[in-house]
């Protein structure tokens, strides 16, 4: 599989603590995408990053890439309940048609308890 | 902001019937995707259309077809439903990049859980 693998599955920490999230991938990508969902909604772009890229912030929020490694993380700083939602990394690829498309792992649910 | 409306919050449909599930952009995005999410599955790719009329199909078409009679609007069409096709559908839309619509930021709507009893 061409989908990206998040470590942990599930994450739950205190308010205003930092959560870390991993993502680990299996082939090349030009960029790698974090994605949010809340319950039951659709989601939503956080945060892409190149893969000539090795760190990238955005509020709260830093990513990094290690190409060396197939690996990315995730940190949310200072965290807050409305955070409480499920995080999704997504690589791009060639899919079985040799189209580029997006690959999307199965997610860490995150919960934040104030 | 980018806005993408599926018709239905919530469908529930029988065995056999055809379903028509529908989604419309409104930032004349040329790319536009439909993902089914299962619990431990994530998101699979079902159909994406880069143009009016133009289909590719994804991980999983069997069972579905799509129409794109116009840019706005990607349908999803389950010819027979079946039990197996209950799940959560996902419409998305992203504009092209300078390789691929692979590298942009895909947006989704809020899904459609679908129930086929």
């Known amino acids: 599989s061409q989908q990206g693998e998040e470590d942990p599955q599930a994450l739950s920490i205190q308010e205003g603590e930092n959560a870390t999230m991993n993502c680990s991938y299996k082939t090349s990508i030009n960029n790698l995408q974090w994605y949010r969902q809340n319950s039951g909604r659709g989601l939503v772009h956080l945060i892409l990053i190149r893969s000539n890229e090795r760190e990238k912030h955005s509020g709260r929020l830093r990513v990094t890439l290690d190409t060396s490694k197939k690996s990315s993380s995730l940190l949310i700083t200072a965290s807050r309940a409305a955070d409480t939602a499920s995080y999704f990394c997504a690589t791009d690829g060639v899919d079985q048609t040799g189209a580029n498309n997006l690959f999307f792992g199965t997610g860490t649910r995150l919960t934040v308890i104030p | 902001d980018v806005k993408v409306t599926q018709s239905s919050r919530y469908l529930v449909k029988r065995t056999g019937e055809k379903v028509f599930l529908e989604c419309v952009q409104d930032?004349?995005?040329?790319?536009m995707f439909w993902y089914r999410q299962d619990p431990g599955l994530g998101l699979r790719l079902i159909y994406f259309?880069?143009?009016?009329?133009?289909?590719e199909k994804g991980d999983i078409p069997e069972g579905y077809s799509v129409s794109r009679e116009k840019k706005e609007r990607f349908s999803l069409i389950l010819e027979s439903a079946s039990t197996n096709q209950t799940s959560m559908y996902l419409c998305?839309?992203?504009?092209?990049?300078?390789?691929?619509?692979?590298?942009?930021?895909?947006?989704f709507g809020d899904g459609t859980r679908l129930s086929i009893l």
């Open positions: 998305a839309s992203s504009s092209t990049g300078i390789l691929a619509y692979s590298n942009q930021p895909q947006h």
């Open positions: 930032m004349d995005h040329e790319n």
């Open positions: 259309s880069y143009d009016v009329k133009m289909k």
